[in-house]
Nanobody, 118 residues
Framework: QVQLVESGGGLVQTGGSLRLSCAAS???????????MGWYRQAPGKQRDLIATITSGGSTVYADSVKGRFTISRDNAKNTVYLQMNSLKPEDKGVYYC?????????WGQGTQVTVSS
């Protein structure tokens, strides 16, 4: 079992920055087996979309809409994944969910709200 707890969301003006964090905890076996971690976003009335993922080795994938503005990183020693969001736009608004995959299962955090005012 893996538990994911996000933090760092909030209200920011267009062009501003936020840094999201997601700390993983749980059984040592599951934590050590975590492969891909990442972030998804769900805007009001829309489906949950991939924003960025990172493997345990540091390989990253980004949605086209955030390339050049968002950076995902990971501290394996702290079992934590981060999302640095710069040059935020109103369309970046939504609930951001942390994601992890370990031992054949997907895990989700409870989500953190990001609001970007125009």
């Amino acid at each position: 079992q893996v538990q994911l707890v996000e933090s760092g969301g909030g209200l920011v003006q267009t062009g501003g920055s936020l840094r999201l964090s997601c700390a993983a905890s749980g059984s040592i076996r599951s934590i050590n087996a975590m492969g891909v971690m990442g972030w998804y976003r769900q805007a009001p009335g829309k489906q949950r979309d991939l924003i960025a993922t990172i493997t345990s080795g540091g390989s990253t994938v980004y949605a086209d809409s955030v390339k050049g503005r968002f950076t995902i990183s990971r501290d394996n020693a702290k079992n934590t994944v981060y999302l640095q969001m710069n040059s935020l736009k109103p369309e970046d608004k939504g609930v951001y969910y942390c994601y992890s995959y370990a031992l054949g299962r997907a895990y989700w955090g409870q989500g953190t709200q990001v609001t970007v005012s125009s």
